[in-house]
């Protein structure tokens, strides 16, 4: 399902719940208690509507069977209420803030969404905080649950030793590469350039034109066509020198020329709650010559054959040339971000870096190629393959981690599981009448 979809769906749930609100005299029955919590008719059939709108198909009878996942969610907020378990509100602001900002995203802008529910941002917002206050509360409390839950190394044998063969993970290709990276060098007028850009922009700010306008036009970063708008961040979220600048801001106020690790900006403060703000700005990056573009593919491929001729090893010529920190002093070796390991499958490449390996042989170098950074800048580099392997069924000797984690994760369903259980017996718990003949998957919620 594409996002655009997947709003839809979500929008058009809301926009059905919204319609069933007048409807009190049915959907305002309490059907079910758990503790200190309710739960009412209006929650199942919107739950229903909201499967129905995104095409989800629970088995059996499905009011049955949201209402048991009701009954699950209450009996761990019921256990959070008693053990104390909170979230913040600036957490909870955070989560509302992420996802209005990708429903916006999805619709298009802010109006067309206020357009869309016949509401404003804040009173959508407003709608949303509960549920999403809860589903925090109710993840830290699984979390409370399971967190300290740990598996063997025999515990790990004897899971995998358990499993069927189709039961057991097809494990991708993934290669484990080492980089050495090269910034071009920007020369001063083409700094100079850029930051009299901005000053002009700036100047045209403050006599009176719409800084999203000008964002949208000039603008380098990748929330230019939502007017430089980036949403509300911490200040650890944002680049220092960013950070500052526009938690020094007044609202509506524009900053001077900015800094940053992304390049130059303007920034204008929206809003801000606290510690978070919000923020739009025009981001611009000073042109490379071409001639510096030669220039740093000529070194880095100089660098390439003294490697190949056994000049130098790869490991130290990262070490004195690369110009990535983080990279760099371990010898150039990579590290995923999204598994913090040194190991990538293809497709968590970057495109430029799939290109280039593509057809490379374990033990060889790139050739230098242009690819980007972390920060979106252009970055030079050439890339040794350290080992690749072969696309294979799961194995204790080569993907110990995959299967620690799996483990790891059924041990805690079973630890979470056998919780609920003893919770029940000791919880009150009373399901109405009208739902007295469900097939739950627990006996116990019926007492």
């Not at 040794?384 to 204790?396: T, Y």
């Not at 483990?407 to 919770?423: T, Y």
Request: with cysteine.
């Amino acid at each position: 399902m594409t996002g655009k979809s997947l709003l839809s769906t979500i929008l058009l749930a809301g926009t059905m719940l919204g319609g069933l609100s007048g409807q009190s005299f049915i959907l305002d029955r309490v059907v079910a208690v758990v503790g200190e919590f309710v739960i009412l008719q209006s929650d199942i059939e919107g739950a229903h509507l909201q499967n129905k709108a995104q095409g989800v198909s629970l088995p059996g009878d499905e009011k049955c069977a949201i209402l048991e996942n009701f009954l699950g969610e209450k009996l761990l907020l019921n256990q959070a209420k008693i053990d104390s378990i909170e979230v913040s509100e600036s957490s909870v602001e955070m989560e509302l803030d992420n996802r209005l900002s990708y429903f916006i995203s999805m619709i298009g802008s802010p109006e067309a969404l206020e357009d869309y529910f016949g509401k404003t941002i804040l009173e959508i917002k407003e709608d949303m905080r509960s549920s999403v206050r809860d589903a925090s509360i109710t993840r830290q409390m699984q979390s409370t649950i399971t967190g300290e839950v740990t598996v063997t190394p025999s515990e790990i044998q004897d899971y995998y030793n358990g499993l069927s063969r189709d039961s057991i993970p097809y494990i991708d290709s993934k290669v484990e590469l080492s980089q050495i990276v090269q910034y071009p060098p920007v020369d001063e007028a083409a700094i100079f350039e850029v930051k009299q850009t901005l000053l002009d922009l700036r100047r045209r700010i403050l006599d009176g034109q719409k800084f999203t306008t000008l964002a949208v036009l000039y603008s380098e970063g990748p929330s230019a066509s939502k007017g430089g708008e980036i949403g509300f961040m911490g200040k650890g979220e944002l680049d220092p020198e960013y950070a500052k600048a526009a938690f020094s801001l007044k609202e509506g106020g524009v900053s001077t020329i900015v800094e940053s690790s992304f390049g130059y900006h303007i920034i204008q403060l929206i809003e801000r709650r606290e510690e978070r703000v919000n923020t739009r700005h025009i981001l611009m990056k000073p042109k490379v010559k071409p001639e510096a573009i030669r220039a740093t593919t000529r070194k880095l491929d100089s660098i390439a054959k003294l490697v190949r001729t056994d000049s130098v090893t790869f490991d130290l010529a990262a070490r004195i040339y690369s110009e990535d920190k983080n990279t760099a002093v371990n010898g150039g070796i990579m590290v995923n971000p999204a598994t913090n390991t040194t190991t990538f499958t293809m497709d968590e490449l970057q495109p430029a870096e799939f290109i280039a390996l593509r057809d490379l042989k374990v033990g060889e170098i790139t050739e230098a190629f242009k690819s980007e950074d972390e920060n979106g800048k252009d970055v030079y580099k050439i890339i040794r393959l350290r080992n690749r392997s072969s696309p294979h069924r799961a194995n204790l000797k080569d993907d110990y981690m995959v299967l620690q984690e799996m483990a790891l994760g059924m041990k805690k369903q079973e630890v979470f599981q056998q919780w609920i259980d003893e919770k029940i017996e000791e919880t009150y718990v009373h399901v109405d009448n009208s739902f007295a003949g469900c097939q739950f998957s627990r006996k116990g919620w019926v007492k």
